[in-house]
């Protein structure tokens, strides 16, 4: 059987060896990775006066006119930042405003969510308290939509759900409630219900938000196409450069997942002359480049974006692209700022099991892996929580229960197809020994995108490989 091992000695001292045994190369580096914590905790919060790391701009323009339907999510870093200096100064002369403050809290959770700071999170709940003290909740659709993106944005999808539903009740036409409701039944794993909910905002707010959730349902119904001509319709609708540089990242994104790496870079590149700084974009770019083998690139991309935004999927992709380059130390660093990260996060009450079971299944102490994909499944029963699970449940050697949540995370119904999804799957099957179905899974998942990940599209084709010594369309 075989049981997928931590690759990096996070925790040495529990496995032979204490602390003095440590070589000086090896404290030095644990040294450099506190300095790198600490970097990365001044930047989390230089990110609150700026937007995010390096944001900042000398020829400042008039501050943005926030109001309770503003669409914060597609504000660009700068216009949030100050959109939200705006607004605080308006609060102080005006303190009893309900909708500034409700739309104060819809800021700061969405500052929190593309600067990577979480303490946000607490300040956009006493927001939409001082909001609901002054408006009672029966005629304050800002504020309880404001809650609902909260929550979502701290993974407690059931409570998004019930105050979107609470917000609906006040305003059935919030642009805000309506997509949150969206998202909250996506992440519950609830997909029949979500695309009547994404179908419903569709005929009472078509606008990009809802678009791009529309294209989502779609995707993770296995209509990859439905998905990208929504897209489309979406980008020739787009006005302003932020919704330009939105959408079309968008669209790189679910051309990259699929192996389309040069339209995926077409798009990227229509979103950055759109928006230059535009993170998610330059990700994309890098994430794209390595899955070409552009190495330096890919690089240069994603030290970038992590120096920006120190946030878990970067700072994941750029520990993958260190480890399969050889760099141990570098991507050790990567993995090491997770932890921070996670710590920091979930004292702002932000639940990050998922992201914690997939990384220290990969990279960490599998059993806390196993107990938080266990956790989160407990909570919401999505293809992503199975796929979790599944691959924590592997890396503990339990192949045979991991095998059951594998096939739920690529079964036909909701008939979402993703590469790594297929990579576990078939790592799993391996493990139990049916080479046949390992050789059909890693052969679907190199097929689909055969750079979905630098260590475990490696990890895929070297088991292909081995099984049956030819390449990935072999026994497809």
Do not use: C
Not at 108 to 114: F, M
Not at 142 to 153: E, F, K, Q, T, V
Not at 371 to 376: F, Q
Not at 443 to 468: D, H, K, M, V, Y
């Amino acid at each position: 059987m075989l049981v997928r091992k931590p690759q990096f000695a996070r925790r040495r001292a529990h496995e032979g060896g204490g602390e003095g045994e440590r070589t000086a190369a090896d404290t030095g580096r644990r040294r450099h990775v506190l300095t790198v914590t600490a970097a990365a905790l001044v930047l989390t919060a230089t990110s609150v006066a700026f937007g995010a790391v390096g944001e900042e701009d000398p020829s400042v323009r008039s501050a943005p006119a926030l109001t309770a339907s503003a669409p914060v999510e597609r504000l660009t870093s700068g216009d949030l930042a100050q959109g939200i200096e705006s607004l605080q100064k308006h609060l102080k002369e005006q303190p009893r405003d309900a909708t500034g403050w409700a739309t104060l809290g819809a800021a700061y959770v969405e500052q929190a969510r593309t600067s990577g700071d979480p303490t946000r999170y607490p300040q956009a709940e006493k927001a939409f308290g001082r909001s609901l003290a002054l408006r009672p909740a029966d005629e304050n659709d800002a504020a309880l939509a404001g809650r609902s993106a909260l929550a979502a944005a701290r993974h407690d999808f059931p409570a998004a759900l019930d105050q979107a539903d609470r917000a609906l009740r006040v305003n059935p036409y919030s642009e805000r409630a309506l997509s949150t409701r969206v998202d909250a039944l996506v992440e519950l794993g609830r997909y029949d219900e979500a695309s009547k909910a994404v179908e419903l905002a569709d005929g009472r707010r078509p606008g990009l938000p809802v678009f791009t959730r529309y294209a989502y349902v779609r995707e993770l119904r296995g209509d990859v196409e439905g998905a990208r001509e929504v897209l489309l319709r979406a980008l020739n609708s787009a006005s302003s450069t932020a919704d330009v540089a939105y959408v079309a990242t968008t669209l790189g994104q679910l051309d990259w997942s699929r192996g389309k790496y040069a339209d995926a870079l077409g798009h990227y590149a229509t979103a950055l002359r759109a928006d230059p700084r535009y993170v998610p974009a330059l990700e994309g770019r890098g994430r794209t480049h390595a899955a070409q083998g552009r190495t330096e690139e890919a690089l240069n991309d994603l030290e970038e974006v992590v120096r920006r935004y120190p946030l878990p999927g970067q700072l994941a992709a750029l520990g993958e692209l260190y480890e399969a380059s050889g760099q141990r130390e570098q991507a050790e660093e990567q993995y090491e700022l997770i932890g921070v990260w996670t710590t920091l996060a979930r004292a702002n009450g932000v639940a990050t099991d998922l992201e914690s079971a997939l990384v220290e299944a990969d990279h960490g102490d599998a059993g806390q892996a196993l107990e938080a994909a266990r956790a989160e499944w407990s909570r919401r029963e999505s293809v992503h929580t199975a796929d979790a699970l599944a691959w924590a449940l592997h890396a503990n050697g339990k192949d045979r229960e991991a095998l059951t949540y594998a096939k739920k995370a690529t079964a036909a119904s909701p008939g979402y197809r993703n590469a790594s999804f297929l990579h576990h799957r078939g790592m799993i099957e391996r493990a139990l020994g049916d080479d046949k179905a390992a050789r059909r899974s890693l052969t679907a998942a190199l097929e689909l995108n055969p750079g979905f990940s630098p260590t475990g599209a490696r990890e895929a084709t070297a088991t292909l490989s081995a099984l049956t010594g030819s390449g990935p369309r072999e026994d497809s």
